[in-house]
């Protein structure tokens, strides 16, 4: 066949069935075009992620506000009494409604008699049955510095600071979600360093004095667990699994970081360690000592890196570990709430 003169040569192929075919193709491919695009314009937009409901970010920022005005806080030292002032500050709510509690006490130290404060702030939960009143979940730090190291920059930005900061964050929380369940009870302790060199005597002067003076009064019946947050601000962060703390209690954290994708970060190493939690473990209160005691390399000079000497500054914390901390205490109060 000859093609007419300036015609294409396909020309003639689209008439009769080519044509038909080739029509409904462009017809299907416009309705399926159109059909997504309704799809597209119906699906809802992608929400972002919640935000943290405790934030690592703020946790940092008031560790740097805390250490301004407070850098070396050792007992008796006007740094001391700065960031009693600080933590006071921060809780005038619950102030107001009587719920924050100075408790207030005289040590026998090597030396010498000192004055000692705890600071408890108090967030009421929900009684189970009308008429009993609900068991407490507390949360502690302690906020003092080293006394030995009072000669020196010894600032404790991990040891202390930071963990300070996150009770208090965590306190702003609970003063905006009330709890649901257990009350919740916030512990700044006084004295967790030796005052010469640590012995059974010698240390957790705060935690010690507490827990009798709650075993007097009768409120260690009420605790369901008491848990210590110490140097868990560390940019690399391994929670150690403390093997003297309550075998459930750890069962707990571990599921809390497995439900908050931390577990990474959680029981990689296993230990005992003499921290806050004894005073009350030893009086039958199921205890959890939440604490990394690995912090910077260990060298000759600084066999346990920077824990107690002047390079644990801010800058070997980081608001990851921090937001990591936050996760996790929070949905350790949750499980807690949920299965005991």
Known sequence: MTNAPGRPATAGILNGPFQA?????????????????VLALAAPAQKPAPAPAVSGQAIDALTQQFLAVAPRRFNGSPGHLAAEKFIKDHFKPEAAKGNFIIDEFTANTPAGL??????IVRYPGKAPRPGET?????????????????D?????????????????ELGAYFRTHPPEGYSIWLVFDDGEEAVRQWSDSDSLYGTRHLAAKWYADGTLKRIKAFIVADMIGDKDLNILEEMGSTP??????????????HAAYVFQTQG??????????????PS??????????????????YHHTAQDTIDKISPKSLQISADLFLETIRLINATH
């Open 288 to 305: 959890l000592d939440v604490i990394d005691v690995d912090y910077g390399p260990h060298t000759a000079a600084t066999p346990d890196g």
């Open 248 to 261: 459930w209690l750890r069962g707990v954290f571990r599921q809390a970081a497995a439900n908050t994708h």
């Open 114 to 119: 000192q004055t000692m404060r705890n600071y």
């Open 21 to 37: 075919v080739i029509l409904s193709a462009a017809q299907n491919l416009c309705i399926c075009l159109s059909f997504l695009l």
């Open 152 to 168: 020196i920059a010894f600032y404790g930005a991990n040891d202390g600071a930071c963990t300070t900061a996150l009770l208090i």
């Open 134 to 150: 609900p068991g407490i979940i507390v949360l502690a730090s302690h906020y003092e510095t080293n006394y030995p190291l009072r």
């Open 272 to 285: 005992e360690e003499e921290d806050d939690h004894l005073p009350f473990l030893r009086r039958g209160v």
